[in-house]
């Protein structure tokens, strides 16, 4: 007998004689496919991994912030002046908080895919602050340049778990998109 995972209407459901030992013939026709699901739960656990590793970074990025801030005075560097481990961490804490809020209420997949782009965009321009103190060279000790060393790095990792996140979840809307049509 054959199996498919595709959803079947029945057409006719005639009986082609009056025996009972004769047997029933039905018609079957596809009236829509239907995703995989096992596909989609693999997605779903893998947007709340992402998730959870966006909000890990966070608490991390937000953690080197407050060393770098105990010590460093705010006018020897740009990442300090402006804040930039403490902002981009509580970004990324929140695009975290949002995917798993996401896989409760699908409708927040356009507002995840845009925080995750401004995710995205703003972890650009605290890697190009970063740099230019590293140009600069803000840090005079060894210590604190291991600390920003640790900051760019930390940054690096938010952006590839960011765009990764991005992709799948832009991959996933254009999915949902086909298949209501």
Do not use: W
Not at 140 to 166: C, R
Request: net charge negative; aromatic share 6%.
């Amino acid at each position: 007998m054959a199996c498919s995972h595709l959803r079947m209407v029945i057409q006719d459901e005639k009986k082609p004689c009056d025996d009972h030992e004769c047997p029933q013939v039905v018609e079957y026709r596809v009236t829509r496919v239907l995703g995989d699901d096992s596909q989609s739960v693999r997605d779903r656990s893998l947007i709340a991994l992402l998730g959870c590793l966006q909000v890990f970074s966070g608490l991390l990025s937000v953690g080197i912030g407050f060393m770098l801030a105990i010590s460093l005075e705010m006018k020897h560097s740009l990442v300090l002046l402006f804040r930039v481990s403490h902002f981009t961490g509580m970004l990324f804490i929140v695009a975290g908080v949002v995917s798993f809020v996401q896989l409760r209420f699908s409708r927040l997949l356009p507002v995840l895919i845009g925080i995750n782009r401004g995710c995205i965009v703003i972890g650009l321009v605290a890697v190009l602050l970063t740099v230019i103190d590293f140009a600069y060279g803000c840090c005079e000790d060894e210590e604190n340049l291991k600390i920003e060393a640790l900051e760019l790095s930390m940054l690096g990792l938010q952006l590839i778990l960011t765009v990764t996140l991005t992709v799948i979840l832009c991959l996933e809307k254009r999915k949902s998109i086909l298949l209501n049509d």
